[in-house]
């Protein structure tokens, strides 16, 4: 079975300091990746993902994910965060015919 | 071009009561599935369709079903609605299968039981 593990539910952190969600994943076959962002009241959105290729892989407003096989981890990074930053941050795996498993969330709150 | 349309926004019903959600998907997108997120459980798969045929369901009670139209539009129904049924339902689209492709997902519909 496939499985998507968020290491922390709550991530507070200093406007303009940098931050790291975590995300470990766990597939007997090849995965693809994802990282998806909800603000409040709204439905998901993507952020960035993994399909094959560089294993670093990055988003438009400043966010980068590095896919690890070794270590089966997916963690997203930001060197300088944003108060417009502050949404519950989601990683989730798809692989073969099976829907997509999604992390339990990291509400990620920046503090000015 | 239109995102994911979901309707309604917001939903009042009472136990015992049944519900349909619909979800307009994005145009040329023949794929929708649905999820339920809840504070507990997270995002829990429901159902997933393609080309009008069910090709995945989630581990719900049969109170618990879906349909997929021949324009992609999708609907789900809830029958006997009980209390933890309350949820944001969200409802997404994809060109194809949901595998190496984006998934594109609607504003949601929250549902209250009372």
């Known amino acids: 079975a496939q499985s998507v593990t968020q290491l922390d539910s709550q991530v507070p952190v200093f406007e303009e300091a940098p931050v790291e969600l975590r995300c470990n994943y766990s597939?007997?076959?090849?995965?693809?990746l994802f990282w998806y962002v909800q603000y409040p009241n709204q439905g998901l959105q993507l952020l960035l993902k993994y399909l094959s290729g560089s294993t670093l892989v990055e988003s438009i407003n400043g966010f980068e994910a590095e896919f690890n096989k070794s270590q089966t981890s997916f963690h997203l990074r930001k060197p300088s965060v944003h108060i417009s930053d502050t949404a519950e941050y989601f990683c989730v795996l798809a692989s073969g015919n099976t829907p997509l498993v999604f992390g339990k969330g990291t509400r990620l709150s920046v503090i000015a | 071009k239109a995102g994911v349309t979901q309707t309604p926004r917001y939903l009042i019903k009472t136990r015992g009561q049944q519900v349909t959600l619909s979800c307009s998907p994005i145009?040329?997108?023949?794929?929708v599935s649905w999820y339920q997120q809840t504070p507990g459980q997270g995002l829990q798969f429901l159902f997933e369709y393609f080309s009008e045929t069910q090709r995945n369901k989630g581990n719900f009670p049969g109170r618990f079903s879906g349909r997929q139209f021949s324009n992609s539009r999708s609907e789900m129904n809830v029958s006997t609605l009980e209390l933890g049924d309350s949820a944001l339902y969200l409802c997404?689209?994809?060109?194809?299968?949901?595998?190496?492709?984006?998934?594109?997902f609607g504003q949601g519909t929250r549902l209250t039981v009372v």
């Open positions: 997404a689209s994809s060109p194809g299968r949901i595998l190496n492709t984006e998934a594109f």
């Open positions: 145009s040329g997108h023949r794929s």
């Open positions: 597939s007997s076959v090849s995965v693809y």
